[in-house]
């Protein structure tokens, strides 16, 4: 037995069947992956968009050793200097009135924290309202509003019963979408019943899709009407990865409350929601809490990656060079293929249900590539490398896909050739 066979045994009699993965990795730097027998994969996932300056950034590395050489445990009874550090590094990066944080240890955790403070803000106004195809996590209160598979959810019910969802911009108007929500209104669900809105600005798990430009400037303002808190979820699309340091900036709006976790501390474990000190005045004493929310050394390991992407002009790298990558994959594969997203967060949907995603995925990794698929049938393959991918690391995973999808497109057209050719012969 070999040694990825002897591991992946292990795998299965120590994990649950729902985190069953083919490779065991022992190693990352920067843009490759190792698994244990020293094989190097080229890494277009960043683990889901949580190695925004690759793995194991030196300057990452060297701010997380030095912090465990100061302060490791989180203290969340007193003040960590560092959590202090990092709020205000945000403050620089965030728009104003964005200027009061709470840490917490992930997205999901995230989300929770955000549906408890839209609750504790808007009195008297229990639902919630996101967008059918949305993730915002998995536990109980997010999982709730979160609709990109129905696996998710299957077995959990009753989850939080008063949300309600509307179709996200994709294949409609958004004016259709503002149809459904005056629908709603009037139907199932007063405004006025309503603490938040929960919207992904690029919507992420359900396919990798951007809204059309009026989308959120006009939820902005439904929600300015009715005086309903928007929740922007940045968990992926922020810190940069889509070329701008946070996705709803594309759209000259802000929310009253943004979530981020993911790529901020370069995989170790943070996440957060940030609102006007005006609303987070409603998280009173004892209202909510972590116990290992911002930890020192994921705060630190933050710190260092924001650095990093401001030092080396990351965000304005990913708006260039996301567009180049899609440019070049549209030259040559637009008939067959929808290429879509923005800065680093690429979609690339079949266009015939010939070209099997799952099928390129596979052929990919054999090839040292990987990629991961996205959209309720896995039918997107997303592309999220590292912000600082250099650019012949870029351009070999891309000439790998690119041959793939050659490759891909001549098998489907020859078996569409061979059906025929039988349907005449016969
Ligand atoms: C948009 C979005 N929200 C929330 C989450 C949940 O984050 P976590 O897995 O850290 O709980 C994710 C994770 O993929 C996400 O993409």
Known sequence: MSLKEGYLLKTVEFFPPSS???LVIDKGEGSYLYDIEGRRYIDFASGIAIAPVGHCHPR????????TQKLISSLNFLW??????LAEKLMSILPKPLSNIFFCNSGTEAIEGAMKLARKAKPNRPNFIAFNGGFHGRTFGALSITSSKASYRADYFPLLPQTFFIDYPHKISTDEVLEQFEKLFETACPPSSVAGIFVESLLGEGGYIVPPADFLPKLRQLCDRWEILLVIDEIQSGIGRTGKWFAFEHYDIVPDILTFAKGIASGMPLGGFAASPELMKHLNAGSHGSTFGGNPIACA???ATIKVIEQEALVER??????RIKDRLKGRFENYLDIRGQGFMIG?????????????LARAQIKGLIALSCGAHGQTLRLMPALNIPDEVLNEGL???EQIFDYEILVAAE???SKYQEAIDS
């Open 399 to 401: 000439a790998i896909l």
């Open 318 to 323: 990913v708006a260039y060079t996301g567009q």
């Open 301 to 303: 390991s933050a710190l």
């Open 415 to 417: 078996c569409k050739r």
């Open 80 to 85: 960590p200097k560092v959590k202090i550090d």
């Open 348 to 360: 690339i949907e079949p266009k015939t249900p010939d070209l099997s995603v799952k099928a390129i």
């Open 60 to 67: 990452v590395v060297s701010a997380i050793t030095e912090q």
């Open 20 to 22: 069953a993965h083919e």
